[in-house]
């Protein structure tokens, strides 16, 4: 009796530890991208990414090694239908619910730029990769 009581907790313990929501969190794709990779070349680009959800915000950016987070900026307000980031190598720009414009300036360090945009909207997270070539 006390090796089924084992058995029926195990099998309990182990599928409700399994991971049937993937990595993106809990939530279905609520923010729907309209692409989740961009190339640049060298010479300073722009793009334009469209959602068709429109009750997300951007969770944070990263630029090669380097890391840049925004909540609590009194300067920027995540939640509004309209912000703009600037920074030396970049501006990100949320243009209304469901546009995001993004540009980068020419690429001078000899090395191929990686940027990364995580989006976020309830329990669900997505990313934008952009990827600048070098000289």
Same mark, same amino acid.
């Given at each position: 009796?006390? &090796?089924?009581?084992? +058995? %029926?907790?195990? =099998?309990?313990?182990?599928?409700?530890?399994?991971? &049937?929501?993937?990595? /993106?969190? !809990?939530?279905?794709?609520?923010? &729907?991208?309209?692409? !989740?990779?961009?190339? %640049?070349?060298?010479?300073?680009?722009s793009?334009?990414i469209?959602? !068709?959800? /429109?009750?997300?915000?951007?969770?944070?950016?990263?630029?090669n090694?380097?890391? *840049?987070? *925004?909540y $609590?900026?009194?300067?920027?307000?995540?939640?509004?239908?309209?912000?703009?980031?600037?920074e030396?190598?970049? =501006?990100?720009?949320?243009?209304? &619910?469901?546009?995001?414009?993004?540009?980068?300036?020419? $690429? +001078?360090?000899? $090395?191929?730029?990686?940027?990364?945009?995580?989006?976020?909207?309830? /329990?669900?997270?997505?990313?934008?990769?952009?990827?600048?070539?070098? /000289?």
């Open positions: 009796m006390y &090796k089924i009581i084992v +058995l %029926f907790l195990s =099998v309990i313990l182990y599928s409700s530890c399994s991971d &049937k929501y993937g990595l /993106d969190g !809990k939530w279905e794709d609520n923010i &729907k991208l309209s692409t !989740k990779k961009v190339e %640049f070349g060298v010479e300073a680009d793009v334009i469209t959602t !068709k959800g /429109d009750w997300w915000w951007i969770d944070g950016i990263s630029l090694d380097s890391n *840049y987070g *925004y $609590n900026n009194e300067d920027i307000n995540l939640e509004s239908d309209y912000y703009k980031i600037v030396d190598d970049f =501006v990100v720009e949320r243009r209304d &619910k469901n546009t995001l414009f993004v540009k980068m300036n020419k $690429n +001078l360090t000899g $090395n191929q730029r990686v940027m990364t945009i995580v989006f976020e909207a309830g /329990d669900y997270f997505d990313r934008v990769n952009i990827i600048q070539s070098a /000289d």
